[in-house]
T-cell receptor, first 114, second 111 residues
Framework: EPEVTQTPSHQVTQMGQEVILRCVPI?????FYWYRQILGQKVEFLVS????????KSEIFDDQFSVERPDGSNFTLKIRSTKLEDSAMYFC????????????FGQGTRLTVV | DQQVKQNSPSLSVQEGRISILNCDYT??????FLWYKKYPAEGPTFLIS?????DKNEDGRFTVFLNKSAKHLSLHIVPSQPGDSAVYFC??????????FGTGTRLQVFP
């Protein structure tokens, strides 16, 4: 069964450092998303991406965050200067289309900022 | 701004009995609702969904009920099995495709 894969599974970084979280969505999917879950809290939307551009972003997704799809298969989330409060599980998700089908989620990257 | 609420953080049910997980929402623009199941250290896994034009959707042991007037949906699992033990998230979407999640309910099914 096709799946969304994320690397790394766990990333530890020092505050102020840049991190790049990587995702390989399902191959025929067209809509891509990043969500995050701070420990003990709900899963929160960060950003959606379609046709090589951001289609929507939340207030969490400030100038420190960026996304790109550099090579047609990978979908990356970059945090330029990490803060302690960026520590969370980050989930990549993808849809084939917007006809209200379910989003497929990756297994997540646990980011720990120290 | 909790647009999707799951007021029960946990639920414990005996194997073979029915599990009922509840979810309330406030945004009347939501028109599609989903339930996801999540194990520790894994991503959410889609379980079942329902469009606002329906009031019930069934898939095997899982049934989702939607009461639009009450802005309430529920997930019924029957019979419950130990492998159903996980955190269950209710999610909703409306005029955009982003999902708004509830805080989750931890279901434990004991023998």
């Amino acid at each position: 069964e096709p799946e969304v894969t994320q690397t790394p599974s766990h990333q530890v970084t020092q505050m102020g450092q840049e991190v790049i979280l990587r995702c390989v969505p399902i191959s025929n999917h067209l809509y891509f998303y990043w969500y995050r879950q701070i420990l003990g809290q709900k899963v929160e939307f960060l950003v959606s991406f379609y046709n090589n551009e951001i289609s929507e972003k939340s207030e969490i997704f400030d100038d420190q965050f960026s996304v790109e799809r550099p090579d047609g298969s990978n979908f990356t989330l970059k945090i330029r200067s990490t803060k302690l409060e960026d520590s969370a599980m980050y989930f990549c998700a993808s849809y084939h289309d917007r006809s209200n089908t379910e989003a497929f989620f990756g297994q997540g990257t646990r980011l720990t900022v120290v | 701004d909790q647009q999707v609420k799951q007021n029960s953080p946990s639920l414990s049910v005996q194997e073979g009995r029915i599990s009922i997980l509840n979810c309330d929402y406030t945004n009347s623009m939501f028109d599609y609702f989903l339930w996801y199941k999540k194990y520790p250290a894994e991503g959410p896994t889609f379980l079942i969904s329902i469009s606002s034009i329906k009031d019930k959707n069934e898939d095997g042991r899982f049934t989702v009920f939607l009461n639009k007037s009450a802005k309430h949906l529920s997930l019924h699992i029957v019979p419950s099995q130990p492998g159903d033990s996980a955190v269950y998230f209710c999610a909703a979407s409306g005029d955009t495709d982003k999902l708004i999640f509830g805080t989750g309910t931890r279901l434990q099914v004991f023998p």
